[in-house]
C-alpha cells in the first residue's frame, strides 16, 4: 500500500534552514506529481509547494524565493529544503501524493506530518 513517512522537521531559529524528506513507497514514485502542505495551529491547511512527475514546480506566494521542492526518483523520495525561515512557517508538514501526473490532479495519499517549529 501507500506509505509516504515525512523526516527533517524540528525546531529552528528565525532565518535558519531545514530540509524535510519524504520517504515514499507501495506506487511507482517517478509517476506522480507530488506535493508539500502545512496546517498551522487554528489555521487552515495551505498547499506550499508541488511538483509534476517531469518536475516543474509550483510555490505558494508565501514562500517563493525561500523553499525549493525537489524530487529524487531513483530513492522514491521528495524534499523541501527551507531557507530564511520565519515564525510564520511554524506548521506541521504534509507529504502528499498526488493521483497522476500533472500539479494539476488532486491529493489522494497523505503523510502524518513532521512539525516545523521556528522561534528564537
Known amino acids: 500500500q501507500v506509505q509516504l513517512v515525512e523526516s527533517g522537521g524540528g525546531l529552528v531559529q528565525p532565518g535558519g534552514s531545514l530540509r524535510l524528506s519524504c520517504a515514499a513507497s507501495g506506487f511507482t514514485f517517478s509517476s506522480y506529481a507530488m506535493s508539500w502542505y502545512r496546517q498551522a495551529p487554528g489555521k487552515e491547511r495551505e498547499l506550499v509547494a508541488i511538483t509534476s512527475a517531469g518536475g516543474s514546480t509550483n510555490y505558494a506566494d508565501s514562500v517563493k524565493g525561500r523553499f525549493t521542492i525537489s524530487r529524487d526518483n531513483a530513492k522514491n523520495t521528495l524534499y523541501l529544503q527551507m531557507n530564511s525561515l520565519k515564525p510564520e512557517d511554524t506548521a506541521v508538514y504534509y507529504c502528499?501524493?498526488?493521483?497522476?501526473?500533472?500539479?494539476?490532479?488532486?491529493?489522494?495519499?497523505w503523510g502524518q506530518g513532521t512539525q516545523v517549529t521556528v522561534s528564537s
Open positions: 502528499v501524493k498526488r493521483k497522476g501526473s500533472s500539479r494539476y490532479t488532486q491529493e489522494d495519499y
